[in-house]
């Protein structure tokens, strides 16, 4: 496993996943359908994204196109220098070795994680959650046809059939060398892995993000930027939690009512701080912990704000560190604001949704990260490289 394969090789296998995924659709839907009876429903967010179905399978297609056609992200030069020896010195892009994914109820996972893995020349491990088994191994089973078809041994994609215990055990004794873990899904399996590990791990965190309302907000343009952000998709990471609203905004009462009633219509449970809490349809916060959940789900809490400098406090107090927007037409509140507030994605009159590798250019991602080492919000291709020192001389001795 320690031959770094050819671009061509790698190009090559991505094409014919691409190829075997369109051919199995039927399958794999089959197989996703197994997962979706046994699940027993009680998280909509789960479900959704457990579920495969046609558009599903077309964004797996169109991630490994996308992949096949960027660049070959090793062996990039970062830093050349010549000693005064005259030895030349190179930085350059260089795989991890072997990448572990840890994730929960997305099968799209096991094919776009494994295939940014792959074309940036690393080992994936799959560990995947017991309701999506099914769907997995079936496409497991195409990343093995796949490399097959090219020559190539199918150890570069593999899955762990592991229960929690079997987990657990790996993590802290790994049977197998493993240079990075990448948790994917809810806090308790984070702090799971960032507790048993036994190697550097990323933590693909919650999001629980915020939009801030400031007082010279386009107020259409903010009732249409947090009804997408908190509606269009409740399962998502880059989905609303929170709204701030600054209470020097001109008729914020009025504002508040046409939100509330957009909310409504999506059926959207609204809690409130202690000074919104006369507005019918609303649910008055009783615990302030409620400011750090992330909810994933038809849920958000509303409240208000002094000033920019509160809405940023508060953010970074509360915050999972991954998006957050503020809604303003003054360019230097905005600045301000996006300065200093600490989250990977900070946004300036627009929906937190687009926190995505496919959105930001990145043509997919591993994961989004809310580390701030090795690389903060969506890991992309040319992020799941490390870097290595090429040094060339001719007798040089020091």
Not at 248 to 263: A, V
Request: hydrophobic share 35%; glycine share 6%.
């Amino acid at each position: 496993m320690n031959k770094v394969l050819t671009i061509t090789e790698r190009n090559n296998v991505l094409t014919t996943m691409a190829e075997l995924i369109r051919e199995e659709k039927e399958a794999i839907i089959k197989e996703n359908q197994k997962d979706l009876d046994a699940y027993d429903g009680g998280d909509l967010a789960m479900e959704d994204r457990l579920k495969v179905d046609n558009e599903k399978i077309q964004v797996m297609i169109t991630s490994l196109k996308e992949l096949t056609d960027k660049e070959d992200p090793l062996g990039k030069e970062r830093f050349h220098f010549q000693h005064e020896n005259g030895m030349h010195v190179y930085n350059k892009t260089a795989p991890f070795g072997t990448v572990m994914i840890i994730y929960e109820s997305r099968p799209d996972v096991t094919v776009e994680a494994a295939g940014i893995a792959f074309k940036s020349g690393n080992k994936i491990v799959l560990k995947g959650g017991k309701e999506s088994i099914n769907s997995n191994l079936k496409i497991v089973e195409l990343w093995d046809r796949a490399l097959k078809q090219h020559g190539i041994t199918e150890q570069w994609v593999e899955y762990l059939k592991f229960d929690r215990k079997q987990t657990q055990a790996f993590l802290e004794n790994p049977t197998q060398p493993i240079d990075l873990i990448v948790p994917r899904g809810g806090e308790r399996l984070i702090e799971f892995v960032k507790k048993n590990a036994s190697c550097p791990v990323i933590v693909s965190g919650r999001g629980n993000n915020f939009v801030y309302v400031h007082k010279d907000a386009d107020l259409d343009l903010a009732l249409k930027v947090i009804i997408n952000a908190k509606t269009a998709k409740i399962s998502a990471c880059n989905a609303l939690d929170k709204v701030l609203i600054d209470k020097n905004l001109p008729n914020y009462k009025e504002f508040i009512k046409k939100l509330l009633h957009r909310l409504s219509e999506s059926n959207v449970e609204v809690h409130v701080d202690q000074e919104l809490s006369s507005f019918d349809g609303v649910k008055t916060i009783t615990d302030q912990d409620i400011w750090y959940e992330e909810f994933l789900d038809y849920k958000i809490v509303i409240g208000m704000v002094d000033s920019v400098e509160q809405a940023i406090s508060k953010i970074n107090k509360y915050s999972g560190g991954h998006s957050s927007s503020i809604i303003t037409k003054d360019q230097q509140i905005a600045d301000q604001f996006m300065t200093s507030v600490d989250t990977a994605a900070v946004y300036h009159n627009a929906s937190t949704r687009f926190t995505d590798g496919g959105q930001l250019g990145l043509g997919g991602e591993l994961a989004i990260s809310t580390d701030k080492l090795h690389q903060r919000g969506p890991i992309g291709l040319e992020h799941l490289v490390t870097n290595k020192w090429y040094i060339h001389g001719d007798g040089q001795i020091r």
